[in-house]
Protein backbone atom coordinates (compact mmCIF):
# COMPACT_ATOMS: atom_id res chain seq x y z
CA UNK A 1 0.00 0.00 0.00
CA UNK A 2 1.18 3.38 -1.35
CA UNK A 3 1.81 5.31 2.03
CA UNK A 4 1.64 9.11 1.12
CA UNK A 5 -1.31 8.26 -1.11
CA UNK A 6 -2.96 6.68 1.44
CA UNK A 7 -2.54 9.94 3.94
CA UNK A 8 -3.35 12.39 1.12
CA UNK A 9 -7.03 10.54 0.20
CA UNK A 10 -7.52 10.20 3.85
CA UNK A 11 -6.93 14.11 4.90
CA UNK A 12 -9.12 15.01 2.24
CA UNK A 13 -11.79 12.47 3.33
CA UNK A 14 -11.67 14.21 6.98
CA UNK A 15 -11.80 17.48 5.03
CA UNK A 16 -14.84 16.67 2.94
CA UNK A 17 -16.62 15.12 6.06
CA UNK A 18 -15.94 18.05 7.91
CA UNK A 19 -16.78 20.85 5.70
CA UNK A 20 -20.24 18.79 5.12
CA UNK A 21 -21.04 18.31 8.85
CA UNK A 22 -20.64 22.18 9.63
CA UNK A 23 -22.44 23.85 6.43
CA UNK A 24 -24.17 26.74 7.21
CA UNK A 25 -27.87 26.89 6.97
CA UNK A 26 -29.61 27.51 3.68
CA UNK A 27 -29.35 31.37 2.27
CA UNK A 28 -27.20 31.92 5.14
CA UNK A 29 -24.62 34.17 3.05
CA UNK A 30 -26.38 34.55 -0.27
CA UNK A 31 -29.79 35.81 1.57
CA UNK A 32 -28.57 39.59 1.26
CA UNK A 33 -27.53 39.48 -2.23
CA UNK A 34 -30.83 37.88 -3.63
CA UNK A 35 -32.54 40.76 -1.65
CA UNK A 36 -30.06 43.16 -3.22
CA UNK A 37 -30.95 41.72 -6.83
CA UNK A 38 -35.01 41.74 -6.12
CA UNK A 39 -35.28 45.32 -4.83
CA UNK A 40 -32.61 47.17 -6.58
CA UNK A 41 -32.50 45.36 -10.10
CA UNK A 42 -35.08 47.69 -12.34
CA UNK A 43 -33.11 51.11 -11.49
CA UNK A 44 -29.60 49.36 -11.80
CA UNK A 45 -29.92 47.56 -14.84
CA UNK A 46 -32.47 49.29 -16.43
CA UNK A 47 -33.88 45.64 -17.17
CA UNK A 48 -37.88 44.86 -15.78
CA UNK A 49 -36.59 41.26 -16.54
CA UNK A 50 -34.74 40.36 -13.29
CA UNK A 51 -32.87 37.09 -14.32
CA UNK A 52 -31.99 38.91 -17.89
CA UNK A 53 -30.34 41.68 -15.47
CA UNK A 54 -28.70 39.34 -13.52
CA UNK A 55 -27.46 37.04 -16.23
CA UNK A 56 -26.44 40.10 -18.58
CA UNK A 57 -24.85 42.98 -15.78
CA UNK A 58 -24.17 41.53 -12.16
CA UNK A 59 -22.76 37.95 -13.40
CA UNK A 60 -21.78 38.78 -17.28
CA UNK A 61 -18.65 37.09 -16.83
CA UNK A 62 -20.45 34.28 -15.93
CA UNK A 63 -22.78 34.22 -19.01
CA UNK A 64 -19.27 34.50 -21.21
CA UNK A 65 -17.90 31.19 -19.29
CA UNK A 66 -20.82 29.97 -20.48
CA UNK A 67 -20.62 31.04 -24.25
CA UNK A 68 -17.24 29.68 -24.27
CA UNK A 69 -18.63 25.98 -23.32
CA UNK A 70 -20.56 26.50 -25.76
CA UNK A 71 -18.41 27.16 -28.47
CA UNK A 72 -15.89 24.50 -26.78
CA UNK A 73 -18.81 22.14 -27.07
CA UNK A 74 -19.49 23.14 -31.01
CA UNK A 75 -15.70 22.70 -31.60
CA UNK A 76 -15.67 19.23 -30.36
CA UNK A 77 -18.94 17.97 -32.16
CA UNK A 78 -17.48 19.87 -35.19
CA UNK A 79 -14.16 18.03 -34.82
CA UNK A 80 -15.72 14.83 -33.46
CA UNK A 81 -17.70 14.09 -36.76
CA UNK A 82 -15.47 15.82 -39.57
CA UNK A 83 -13.15 13.25 -38.49
CA UNK A 84 -10.41 16.76 -37.45
CA UNK A 85 -8.76 15.06 -35.07
CA UNK A 86 -4.85 14.98 -35.39
CA UNK A 87 -3.66 11.67 -37.05
CA UNK A 88 0.34 10.10 -37.21
CA UNK A 89 2.05 10.76 -40.44
CA UNK A 90 3.57 7.88 -41.30
CA UNK B 1 -40.98 13.72 -46.37
CA UNK B 2 -45.27 13.64 -46.82
CA UNK B 3 -46.92 16.44 -47.98
CA UNK B 4 -48.60 17.29 -44.60
CA UNK B 5 -45.38 17.87 -42.81
CA UNK B 6 -44.78 20.01 -45.37
CA UNK B 7 -47.30 22.12 -45.43
CA UNK B 8 -47.51 22.88 -41.50
CA UNK B 9 -43.84 23.38 -41.33
CA UNK B 10 -44.17 25.95 -44.33
CA UNK B 11 -47.05 27.39 -42.41
CA UNK B 12 -45.08 27.38 -38.92
CA UNK B 13 -41.92 28.35 -40.33
CA UNK B 14 -42.02 32.33 -40.68
CA UNK B 15 -44.04 32.80 -37.08
CA UNK B 16 -40.83 30.48 -35.71
CA UNK B 17 -38.74 32.98 -36.82
CA UNK B 18 -40.55 35.85 -36.03
CA UNK B 19 -41.02 34.78 -32.27
CA UNK B 20 -37.46 33.96 -32.13
CA UNK B 21 -36.96 37.33 -32.66
CA UNK B 22 -38.89 39.02 -30.76
CA UNK B 23 -37.97 36.52 -27.68
CA UNK B 24 -34.16 37.53 -28.54
CA UNK B 25 -34.96 41.43 -28.90
CA UNK B 26 -37.46 41.37 -25.88
CA UNK B 27 -34.96 39.53 -23.42
CA UNK B 28 -34.77 42.96 -20.72
CA UNK B 29 -38.53 42.77 -20.50
CA UNK B 30 -40.38 39.83 -20.65
CA UNK B 31 -38.96 36.00 -19.98
CA UNK B 32 -36.51 34.50 -22.55
CA UNK B 33 -33.19 36.08 -24.13
CA UNK B 34 -30.43 35.11 -25.64
CA UNK B 35 -30.29 31.75 -25.28
CA UNK B 36 -33.71 30.49 -25.55
CA UNK B 37 -34.21 32.84 -28.25
CA UNK B 38 -31.45 31.60 -30.14
CA UNK B 39 -32.38 28.39 -29.21
CA UNK B 40 -35.38 28.97 -30.92
CA UNK B 41 -34.34 30.50 -34.08
CA UNK B 42 -31.77 27.49 -34.61
CA UNK B 43 -34.70 25.23 -34.33
CA UNK B 44 -36.36 26.63 -36.92
CA UNK B 45 -33.49 26.29 -39.12
CA UNK B 46 -33.09 22.70 -38.39
CA UNK B 47 -37.00 22.35 -38.90
CA UNK B 48 -36.61 23.31 -42.85
CA UNK B 49 -33.52 20.77 -42.51
CA UNK B 50 -35.70 17.55 -41.48
CA UNK B 51 -38.78 18.35 -43.75
CA UNK B 52 -37.25 19.66 -46.91
CA UNK B 53 -33.90 18.00 -47.11
CA UNK B 54 -30.19 19.53 -46.70
CA UNK B 55 -30.48 21.87 -49.70
CA UNK B 56 -32.83 23.89 -48.82
CA UNK B 57 -31.07 24.39 -45.35
CA UNK B 58 -28.34 25.76 -46.97
CA UNK B 59 -30.06 28.10 -48.99
CA UNK B 60 -31.14 29.74 -45.28
CA UNK B 61 -27.43 29.49 -44.23
CA UNK B 62 -24.53 27.89 -45.66
CA UNK B 63 -22.14 25.95 -42.79
CA UNK B 64 -19.24 28.53 -43.48
CA UNK B 65 -21.44 31.56 -42.92
CA UNK B 66 -22.50 30.42 -39.70
CA UNK B 67 -19.00 29.70 -38.82
CA UNK B 68 -17.94 33.08 -39.43
CA UNK B 69 -21.25 34.69 -38.24
CA UNK B 70 -20.20 32.73 -34.77
CA UNK B 71 -16.48 33.82 -34.71
CA UNK B 72 -17.32 37.32 -35.03
CA UNK B 73 -20.26 36.81 -32.39
CA UNK B 74 -17.96 35.48 -29.79
CA UNK B 75 -15.26 38.13 -30.20
CA UNK B 76 -17.77 40.98 -30.54
CA UNK B 77 -19.63 39.49 -26.86
CA UNK B 78 -16.32 38.94 -25.11
CA UNK B 79 -15.17 42.54 -25.82
CA UNK B 80 -18.80 43.64 -24.72
CA UNK B 81 -18.66 41.72 -21.73
CA UNK B 82 -15.47 42.81 -20.78
CA UNK B 83 -15.98 46.43 -21.44
CA UNK B 84 -19.55 46.46 -19.93
CA UNK B 85 -18.53 48.61 -17.27
CA UNK B 86 -17.49 51.92 -19.19
CA UNK B 87 -19.91 51.45 -21.96
CA UNK B 88 -22.98 51.10 -20.34
CA UNK B 89 -24.41 54.07 -19.99
CA UNK B 90 -24.18 55.39 -23.87
CA UNK B 91 -25.23 52.10 -25.08
CA UNK B 92 -29.08 52.51 -26.32
CA UNK B 93 -29.17 55.09 -23.46
CA UNK B 94 -32.81 55.67 -22.71
CA UNK B 95 -34.36 57.47 -19.09
CA UNK B 96 -37.87 55.25 -19.91
CA UNK B 97 -38.42 51.39 -18.66
CA UNK B 98 -40.28 49.20 -20.16
CA UNK B 99 -39.59 50.00 -23.55
CA UNK B 100 -37.43 48.17 -25.99
CA UNK B 101 -34.87 50.61 -26.76
CA UNK B 102 -34.13 50.87 -23.20
CA UNK B 103 -31.72 48.62 -20.60
CA UNK B 104 -28.16 49.89 -21.52
CA UNK B 105 -25.73 47.26 -22.24
CA UNK B 106 -28.26 44.36 -21.56
CA UNK B 107 -30.65 44.18 -25.04
CA UNK B 108 -27.32 44.42 -27.65
CA UNK B 109 -25.57 41.51 -25.47
CA UNK B 110 -28.58 39.59 -25.64
CA UNK B 111 -28.75 40.20 -30.00
CA UNK B 112 -24.90 39.10 -29.86
CA UNK B 113 -25.57 35.65 -27.36
CA UNK B 114 -28.61 34.81 -29.35
CA UNK B 115 -26.91 35.22 -33.03
CA UNK B 116 -23.70 33.34 -31.32
CA UNK B 117 -25.87 30.38 -29.58
CA UNK B 118 -28.24 29.84 -32.78
CA UNK B 119 -25.17 29.35 -35.17
CA UNK B 120 -23.46 27.26 -32.95
CA UNK B 121 -26.16 25.20 -32.63
CA UNK B 122 -26.91 25.21 -36.66
CA UNK B 123 -22.65 24.21 -36.46
CA UNK B 124 -23.60 21.05 -33.99
CA UNK B 125 -26.31 19.98 -36.41
CA UNK B 126 -25.02 20.16 -39.81
CA UNK B 127 -21.62 18.65 -38.85
CA UNK B 128 -23.92 15.41 -37.41
CA UNK B 129 -25.83 15.62 -40.54
CA UNK B 130 -23.13 15.38 -43.53
CA UNK B 131 -21.29 12.86 -41.40
CA UNK B 132 -19.94 9.90 -43.56
Same mark, same amino acid.
Request: hydrophobic share 50%; net charge positive.
Given at each position: ? &? ?12 ? @?????? @???? @? ?7 ? &? ?12 ? &? ?30 ? @? ?9 | ?18 ? !? ?5 ? #? ?9 ? #? /?????? /? ?42 ? #? ?11 ? !? #? ?24 ? /????
Amino acid at each position: M &NKPLLLISLTLLAV @FVLSVL @FVPN @FSFFSNKIS &NHYIYHSLEETKAP &NVVGGVVWDYRAYDTLGEETVLFAATLGVYML @FKKLHVRDKK | MTVIKQTISRIVFPFMLLF !SIYVITH #GHLTPGGGFQG #G /VLLASS /VILICLVYGLRKAEHLIREETSHRIEAVAGILLAVLVVFEFFIK #GSLMASESLFQVW !S #GGAIPVMNVIGGIMVATSFIIIFYSM /VKEK
